[in-house]
């Protein structure tokens, strides 16, 4: 079975400084990577996502993300923080060749507060 | 504007009432998703319809029912829940085929309070 695993429940950190919010996998294959961010009372909107390819990987609102195999990881990061990136973020997974389930799995989130 | 629309946002019902969440989305994918996201517990995946057909059902209680008329519009409908069914109902859709890049495009949700 796959599963995500993010062991923090939030990251402090102050703006202006680099951040990363880390994120462990599982799977039998190869896997589909995401980041998504949720702020307050809000969906899921989706940061990046890794598939095949360079192992850093860039997305939205300045964000990147490194795939590495060998520790099975997938930390999202920012050189550096903004007030604004305080919110929600999830890791998720999906099989790349599991075309018969295209759902992702979800870590458990990690709240994210960039202090001024 | 994410392309999935989710009414209502917020919902308040007793136990016994029988109420419906719809998800609608306008971006011409073949499927759609429940999730369900209750506070410090990850996202839990309720059912998968592709092709409105439903490929998917983590065990969820029968008190659920979801339906899926047509793959533009998906509901939920609810009935005799419990107060820890209180949760933020997200509903999500997905390209198939060649148009098929992994992610999903979730809705804003709707908020659920079990009286």
């Known amino acids: 079975a796959q599963s995500v695993a993010q062991p923090e429940d939030q990251v402090n950190v102050a703006e202006g400084n680099p951040l990363t919010v880390k994120c462990t996998y599982s799977?039998?294959?190869?896997?589909?990577l995401f980041w998504y961010v949720q702020y307050p009372n809000r969906g899921l909107q989706f940061l990046l996502k890794y598939i095949t390819g360079d192992n850093l990987v860039k997305g939205s609102y300045g964000f990147e993300a490194e795939f590495n195999k060998s520790q099975t990881s997938f930390h999202l990061k920012k050189p550096s923080a903004l007030v604004s990136d305080s919110a929600l973020y999830f890791c998720a997974v999906r099989l790349m060749m599991d075309t018969g389930r295209r759902a992702l799995t979800f870590g458990s989130g990690t709240r994210l507060q960039v202090q001024p | 504007e994410t392309g999935v629309t989710q009414t209502p946002r917020h919902l308040v019902m007793g136990m016994t009432n029988k109420k419906s969440l719809k998800c609608e989305q306008h971006l011409g994918h073949n499927a759609m998703y429940w999730y369900k996201q209750s506070a410090k517990k990850p996202l839990e995946l309720m059912f998968v319809?592709?092709?409105?057909?439903?490929?998917e059902n983590n065990s969820v209680p029968s008190r659920f029912s979801p339906e899926c008329p047509n793959s533009s519009h998906l509901f939920l409908h609810l009935h005799t829940l419990q107060p820890e069914d209180s949760a933020l109902y997200l509903c999500?859709?997905?390209?198939?085929?060649?148009?098929?890049?992994?992610?999903?495009?979730f809705g804003e949700g709707s908020r659920l309070t079990v009286l």
């Open positions: 999500a859709s997905s390209p198939m085929g060649q148009g098929d890049t992994g992610e999903l495009f």
């Open positions: 319809y592709s092709l409105e057909e439903r490929v």
């Open positions: 799977v039998s294959g190869n896997p589909y």
